[in-house]
T-cell receptor, first 116, second 115 residues
Framework: GDSVTQTEGPVTVSESESLIINCTYSATSIAYPNLFWYVRYPGEGLQLLLKVITAGQKGSSRGFEATYNKETTSFHLQKASVQESDSAVYYCALGENNNAGAKLTFGGGTRLTVRP | EAAVTQSPRNKVAVTGGKVTLSCNQTNNHNNMYWYRQDTGHGLRLIHYSYGAGSTEKGDIPDGYKASRPSQENFSLILELATPSQTSVYFC??????????????FGAGTRLSVL
């Protein structure tokens, strides 16, 4: 089946440091997977951070970016300079797109703590 | 503002008891989903729905039932709760059609403990 593997947390970095959270996927049942990063801030539900639907493209949001690499089946999340407000749990996800609707396969989540 | 609201936010249940988790969305989305999140696992899909009156089994449906009485409401039912169902449950809604509409919108989660 389809699966997503991402950096196991927790990850702790200091403010203004760079960040990379690794994500690799296996899409055995989806011909053209869409890739997502969701984020969950304390006390809130998951919310979409960024998504990319075409291989080779890059998505970006709030200073984060991720490139859909079909050759390495990866979708790593990067940020050049993190802020304390970035502390959250980050989830990489894989989805199919069809007329019946979106079903997502999630990675285990990576808890990020940014020290002031 | 469009939202997905779950209730209760926290629940303690006894083994063998019946538990109902409720979800309401004001997004006017066709699709709704129930996931559970456990330490070391990603969110796993339990049941989902394409619209009122429809329920579909997800990847881990055993021990759970779902009900979609209206466009807005989607419930997850544990008829005989077991300690293995202790988890955090997330409801989500999604428009369901087209490449630009496969984003899911999540509730804040329900933390369930079965003792």
């Amino acid at each position: 089946g389809d699966s997503v593997t991402q950096t196991e947390g927790p990850v702790t970095v200091s403010e203004s440091e760079s960040l990379i959270i690794n994500c690799t996927y296996s899409a055995t049942s989806i011909a053209y997977p869409n890739l997502f990063w969701y984020v969950r801030y304390p006390g809130e539900g998951l919310q979409l951070l960024l998504k990319v639907i075409t291989a080779g493209q890059k998505g970006s949001s709030r200073g984060f970016e991720a490139t859909y690499n079909k050759e390495t089946t990866s979708f790593h999340l990067q940020k050049a300079s993190v802020q304390e407000s970035d502390s959250a749990v980050y989830y990489c996800a894989l989805g199919e797109n069809n007329n019946a609707g979106a079903k997502l396969t999630f990675g285990g989540g990576t808890r990020l703590t940014v020290r002031p | 503002e469009a939202a997905v609201t779950q209730s209760p936010r926290n629940k303690v249940a006894v083994t063998g008891g019946k538990v109902t988790l409720s979800c309401n969305q004001t997004n006017n989305h066709n699709n709704m989903y129930w996931y559970r999140q456990d330490t070391g696992h990603g969110l796993r899909l339990i049941h989902y729905s394409y619209g009122a009156g429809s329920t579909e089994k997800g990847d881990i449906p055993d021990g759970y039932k779902a009900s979609r009485p209206s466009q807005e409401n989607f419930s997850l039912i544990l008829e005989l709760a077991t300690p293995s169902q202790t988890s955090v449950y997330f409801c989500a809604s999604g428009a369901g059609l087209g490449t630009s509409q496969n984003t899911l919108y999540f509730g804040a989660g329900t933390r369930l403990s079965v003792l």
